[in-house]
């Protein structure tokens, strides 16, 4: 393999794995404030739709992306509202929300699929930085939505480490009533923090079928949030962790493309299916307790291996009432 | 600063939690609020502290009304509480612990705080790592750290609710003093307290509570006596030690290390026959807990040999160690020993162990309904282990014990009850003892490894001193014992 496709490859890893970072920082955004947006997989789809709907008809992307996130919002407003005020479950909210979002998309999509020439993000290559040797052609000759994808992961990182409200979403996730006890409004942002999340999920969705996986068809992105909400787990709850998660799935996703043309024989299923299996025996390897021991022998490599797993917020998916 | 309370009202449904309570707190004293689970002492500090709404009364300050609607609120009038288990986030550092709440700005001031962190702790004598974790701390630690931020955020007025449970005696020492150079340098500090101990040694005065009302006042000097009368509206009589004649050796460890991760504790020799009471001290963590689980069968000892009844068991499971008359109570009432979620008769039928396919649930309550009675828990047999207090929830691990046992091990028996309930769990288990069980508890509290063992097996940094006879121990030679002194570590 020459230098030239390995640089193409990673180019398109971190194009491809765009639209899953979006979700993933997005759920771990809500998740770290204590809310779990179960609904991730329905929520892509329809926003994935409706962005497609939205740019098909009138052919501005703004506006597109504009309604997914829109999409994303409304979805995890319900999801906030029916855990913060009227305290159900948010699993079971989350689970049915999926299946609707599914089917809904399905239902309003029907005008859309499969239409010739789609509309896309169009490429911006940055002047001067895209012609730094490798580097260039890597990071700085993709499209806006890449650019976005990495400027939210610094972005958020930034806010829940190196900022007072990140460390109080931190303190709101972990034990609400001690976030309570320093002055938070503990469930307001709660309900903020899901908001923000979803609509980074509608963006996701917007950007697969505008720009990743173009057009629309049934059912066009489904497993993608499922992936992302295990990723979330991979990550420890962190969004550079997070992030790490969405490319090495980007990366098994390209690796699996390549090996389908190297061995003709195997069935595609397999390849197809590959970086899903792959993604299980990472979160074992991640949550399994005799590694954990393993790595636990020596300090060093204890620092490394904590550094890189995370425990859930202490109240994920729990409700706050004050006295 | 100077607090009054001027007729305070809280009402939980039908429960008067605080019925008209008036006191007055001079600034630069330690002010203790006594009274037994219950009496609404909790109730009343959370109204100060904003976390509860009061239905009537009037706060004043300084002579000045005030109205805290939250936490945050009070603490920027200056009234800070410091809650018996730490208000505080375990996952985070001890730097962002301090700083997490703070209303200056967007940028978190780490070096700022990092400082300010190292002032207060050479002002202490405390000393902590800014970038350790908090769930690496002991509760004691926790209490400290909560007292500087609580300082740095401007408290003037400092609650602590029951600080001394759950902390060692070395951290109780350090705290009282801290409390007293506070309160010297002109700090009001409220002590919420059910310890008659505690309030003698630390408070100039003493507010009781019964039942949500006020029931007297006294000043130093005072004597304990007069508390118990005010707590209880009587005295209560501590039963003398009854002596019994030993049976048979129920119990034999020889040899046995025990140990997990991060502690080892080897050589531990004890023989303990039918009768006996043995009380395992140490500061919590140094192998107590390790020690009470591999006598019950629930962890095995990395090394030697584990006799019940004159068999050996090691690398036996819990119920064949419970066939033996061994029982566990673990100090995690709701946690380990209970089921949240299952009521009172699902836990007998449990416990019963019973080989029948199907319940008879008629049968069952009503044999509930009569454990219910002859342990006096306040509850049904629908009633669900997590609705009980903490009281109750012991009786009821009591109540499902066998008739008939070779030994109990307690972790914490009496840990968080009120005086009452801990005088009848130990009546029940002298009765288990005259009956010719053998008693083996782990205790934080001093006074009750004293009153009720036989003899004493201290744990400190890894080793086992040998068991000694409680009657010939001094509380100073426990002391040093606990605090690593004659077991040949820092000697």
Request: overall charge neutral; charged content about 20%.
């Amino acid at each position: 393999m020459d230098t030239n496709l390995i640089i193409l490859t990673l180019a398109s890893v971190l194009a491809d794995s765009a639209p899953l970072v979006f979700a993933v920082i997005g759920e771990t955004l809500g998740e770290k404030a204590g809310v779990t947006n179960l609904s991730l997989d329905g929520s892509i789809v329809l926003a994935a739709m409706v962005g497609f709907a939205i740019a098909f008809t009138t052919s501005n992307l703004y506006l597109a992306f504009l309604a997914a996130m829109l999409v994303g919002a409304l979805v995890a407003a319900l999801i906030a509202f029916s855990s913060i005020v009227l305290k159900l479950d948010q699993i079971a909210v989350g689970f049915v929300l999926t299946i609707l979002c599914t089917d809904l998309s399905t239902f309003f999509g029907n005008p859309f699929v499969r239409k010739p020439n789609p509309p896309a993000v169009p490429g911006l290559a940055i002047p001067l930085l895209k012609d730094i040797p490798i580097i260039g052609k890597i990071f700085f000759d993709q499209n806006v939505v890449v650019y976005l994808s990495l400027v939210l992961i610094a972005a958020a990182w930034w806010w829940i480490y190196k900022t007072q409200p990140g460390l109080r979403l931190q303190g709101i996730g972990e034990r609400p009533a001690a976030a309570f006890a320093r002055g938070a409004n503990v469930n307001w942002q709660r309900f903020v923090y899901t908001l923000v999340g979803g609509s980074l999920v509608g963006f996701a969705g917007a950007s697969y079928s505008l720009f990743v996986k173009l057009g629309w068809s049934y059912h066009h992105t489904t497993g993608i949030g499922w992936i992302a909400l295990a990723i979330v787990i991979f990550g420890g709850w962190h969004p550079i962790r997070g992030a790490v998660g969405a490319y090495i799935f980007g990366g098994l996703q390209s690796v699996s493309s390549f090996a389908q043309s190297a061995f003709p024989n195997v069935p595609t299923q397999v390849f197809q299916t590959a970086p899903f299996a792959l993604m299980i025996l990472a979160l074992l390897l991640v949550g399994n307790e005799q590694i954990d021991r393993f790595f636990s022998g020596s300090p060093v490599s204890r620092r490394i291996w904590q550094s890189l797993r995370g425990a859930p917020p202490g109240a994920l998916s729990t409700t706050f009432e004050q006295e | 600063m100077r607090l009054e309370l001027k007729g305070i009202h809280k009402r939980f449904g039908s429960v008067h939690a605080n019925d008209d309570i008036s006191v007055t707190i001079e600034a630069g004293t330690i002010h203790g609020l006594l009274g037994e689970n219950g009496a609404g002492k909790s109730t009343l500090m959370k109204v100060l502290s904003g976390f509860i709404h009061r239905d009537a009364g009037e706060i004043l300050l300084d002579g000045a009304p005030v109205e805290f609607k939250t936490p945050a609120e009070a603490i920027r009038a200056g009234v800070g509480m410091l809650h018996q288990d730490p208000l505080d986030f375990p996952p985070l550092r001890v730097l962002d612990n301090f700083l997490l709440g703070r209303a200056d700005g967007l940028w978190l001031k780490r070096a700022q705080a990092r400082a300010n962190l190292r002032k207060f702790c050479h002002q202490f004598g405390f000393a902590f790592d800014p970038d350790a974790f908090v769930s690496s701390l002991t509760v004691g630690e926790r209490q400290q750290l909560e007292i500087m931020r609580l300082l740095s955020l401007g408290a003037k007025i400092l609650i602590f609710d029951e600080p001394t449970t759950g902390i060692s005696l070395p951290q109780k020492i350090k705290l009282f003093d801290t409390l007293r150079s506070l309160a010297q340098q002109g700090m009001t500090i409220i002590f919420v307290t059910h310890k008659l101990q505690d309030a003698e040694d630390l408070c100039r005065k003493v507010t009781v509570l019964r039942l949500g009302r006020v029931t007297g006042e006294v000043a130093r000097p005072f004597t304990a006596d007069q508390l118990v009368r005010l707590m209880f509206g009587q005295s209560l009589e501590t039963q003398a030690r009854e002596s019994i004649a030993l049976g048979e050796a129920v119990l034999e460890l020889r040899e046995v290390c025990i140990g997990d991760y991060r502690l080892r504790v080897p050589d531990i020799n004890l023989q303990v026959r039918a009768g006996e009471v043995i009380g395992l001290a140490g500061i919590e963590g140094s192998g107590q807990r390790l020690c009470l689980r591999a006598c019950a069968g629930l962890d095995q000892p990395l090394a030697g040999e584990i006799r019940i009844a004159g068999e050996r068991m090691n690398r036996q499971p819990y119920n064949k160690f419970q066939d033996r008359g061994v029982a566990y109570l673990p100090a995690g009432r709701l946690e380990e020993g209970l089921v949240p979620g299952l009521n009172l008769t699902e836990h007998l039928i449990l416990a019963e162990r019973s080989n029948e396919f199907f319940v008879n649930w008629k049968a069952a309550s009503s044999h509930a309904q009569s454990r219910i009675n002859e342990y006096s828990i306040r509850g049904m047999p629908a009633s669900r282990v997590e609705a009980l207090s903490g009281g109750n929830q012991q009786r009821a691990l009591l109540a499902l014990l066998q008739p008939n046992l070779r030994l109990v091990l307690l972790e914490h028996p009496t840990r968080g009850l009120d005086i009452e309930s801990s005088l009848w769990v130990w009546r029940q288990l002298l009765e288990r003892r005259r009956r010719g069980a053998a008693i083996l508890f782990s205790s934080a509290d001093l006074d009750e490894i004293f009153e009720y063992s036989d003899r004493i097996l201290v744990f400190s940094g890894g080793r086992v001193a040998k068991a000694l006879r409680a009657k010939e121990t001094s509380v100073q030679q426990l002391g040093e014992l606990i605090g690593g002194k004659g077991l040949g570590i820092g000697d």
